[in-house]
């Protein structure tokens, strides 16, 4: 492969947990396998959602787990000029629109009517920047790696928000923006992420940036069913040898790679050997993966 570069891209609102270390490690080892770059973003474009510490603390865990990146580490804060200057791109060619609806004036719509894609209904309310999804690319179509072919039609899916009100940017916006900068050759990222590719691919399109390939995983349920996130307090990921050795081989088995039982108490650098040596996307299995790893609710 001429050019292989992969990032991980975590929001510091928590420490990472059993989730984010399948994303990261998959990502890790599609990059590494391919003999590929591995950067680390952090998505610090919310501070009131980052708490103090917690981008120190995913570092260290990374680092207890052995995913060692690429480069300086890359932030969000302070790139409101590179956010601004593509916002100002999607103004001019007519693809983004203020807006100053609140959620609650359009809640019995699935998603916002675009009341405000022709005008702003109240000027003098603070303003919002979004998407207009019927003017951009569609369908957008692309062939994810494990999911396989991707049809979306983004108007359905809504004028996503690029700018919010109080000021800060969006999420759909500082990615695109970023991954372009950096020349992401390949996105490897939880499947609770992969509806909002087709708005990214819309972004992409109209400030004539490249299309990353794109790697969506299986989402990882807990036994209680419910996404393992920080929103349900799965536990942060030890830092202390002991623990990560086995938490590591769980995690590739979570992807489907079958690594040899023997491996359970191997050293990190070891089963990162192993996996990287016998990375195979094929072996993923694209439903839901129920893990008991990190899984914080009490036993039924
Ligand atoms: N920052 C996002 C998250 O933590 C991931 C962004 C991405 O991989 O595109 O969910």
Partial sequence: MSHYRGRFAPTPSGPLHFGSLVAALASFLDARHAGGEWWLR??????????????????????????????PVLWQHGRDGAYQAALDRLIALGLAYPCSCSRKQWRDSPIYPG?????????????????????????????????????FD????????????????AYQLAVVVDDAELQ?????????LLDNTPWQRQLQDALGVPEPRYLHLPLIIGEGGQKLSKQNLAPALP?????????????????DQSPPADLTGAPVAELLAWGIAHWEVSRIRPEPHRTTEGDALPPD
Wanted: aromatic share 8%.
């Fill in 42 to 71: 952090i998505e610090d474009i919310d501070p009131p959602r980052c708490p103090p510490g917690a981008a120190d603390e995913i570092q260290r865990q990374l680092e207890a787990f052995g995913l060692h990146w690429d480069g």
């Fill in 115 to 151: 009341w405000c894609r022709e005008g702003v209904r109240e000027p003098a309310n603070p303003l919002a920047w979004r998407l207009r999804s019927d003017l951009g690319l569609r369908p957008v179509v692309w062939q994810d790696r494990l999911f396989g072919e991707q049809r």
């Fill in 154 to 169: 983004p108007a359905t899916l809504g004028d996503v928000v690029l700018k919010r009100k109080d000021g800060l940017w």
């Fill in 184 to 192: 992401i050759s390949d996105v490897v990222r939880g499947f609770d």
């Fill in 239 to 255: 830092t202390d040898d002991d623990a990560v050795r086995p938490l590591l081989h769980a995690a590739l088995a979570a992807l």
